[in-house]
């Protein structure tokens, strides 16, 4: 698999792999954005100080991921996943997420922070085997990990 920054060129498969989440109802877990094709399209032209980034494998993307917050100012930036449906359980969530880290120590960032729903036993697993501490907020879980 290959770790890469989003550009112009993979618009469209982004498009994709967001077609596959709200396909599998992933919206439920995933909303930091719409899903569309017209953001995919948006995020692809992204210039900024922010983070969007894909693992993609023979054209497709298999996952995709985020640090946010550093262009409204923020010291400890925001991290999202969301990986495609075919591809749970391929490792592929570990590894964008291990990519994300080293672009945040390498923007020297103390460290990272991540909301997760109580319920997604799978993605608090991962999580918490990464090292982060979770704490409880109502429904959900704010997760950090010292860099």
């Given at each position: 698999?290959?770790?890469?920054?989003?550009?112009?060129?993979?618009?469209?498969?982004?498009?994709?792999?967001?077609?596959?989440?709200?396909?599998?109802?992933?919206?439920?877990?995933?909303?930091?954005?719409?899903?569309?094709?017209?953001?995919?399209g948006r995020?692809?032209?992204?210039?900024?100080?922010?983070?969007?980034?894909?693992?993609?494998?023979?054209?497709?993307?298999?996952?995709?991921?985020?640090?946010?917050?550093?262009?409204?100012?923020?010291?400890?930036?925001?991290?999202?996943?969301?990986?495609?449906?075919?591809?749970r359980g391929?490792?592929?969530?570990?590894?964008?997420?291990?990519?994300?880290?080293?672009?945040?120590?390498?923007?020297?960032?103390?460290?990272?922070?991540?909301?997760?729903?109580?319920?997604?036993?799978?993605?608090?697993?991962?999580?918490?085997?990464?090292?982060?501490?979770?704490?409880?907020?109502?429904?959900?879980?704010?997760?950090?990990?010292?860099?």
């Amino acid at each position: 698999m290959r770790y890469e920054r989003l550009s112009p060129r993979l618009a469209d498969p982004l498009a994709e792999l967001f077609a596959a989440l709200r396909a599998a109802g992933d919206e439920r877990w995933f909303h930091p954005h719409p899903l569309t094709r017209e953001e995919a399209g948006r995020l692809c032209a992204y210039d900024g100080r922010d983070v969007y980034a894909v693992l993609s494998e023979g054209g497709r993307v298999v996952a995709y991921g985020m640090l946010r917050g550093w262009d409204d100012g923020y010291e400890i930036p925001s991290l999202g996943i969301a990986v495609h449906p075919a591809a749970r359980g391929s490792g592929a969530g570990r590894e964008l997420m291990e990519h994300l880290h080293r672009e945040a120590r390498a923007r020297r960032a103390p460290s990272v922070r991540l909301t997760v729903y109580s319920d997604n036993a799978s993605a608090r697993r991962l999580y918490e085997e990464l090292g982060y501490e979770l704490e409880s907020r109502g429904d959900d879980l704010v997760g950090y990990l010292a860099l």
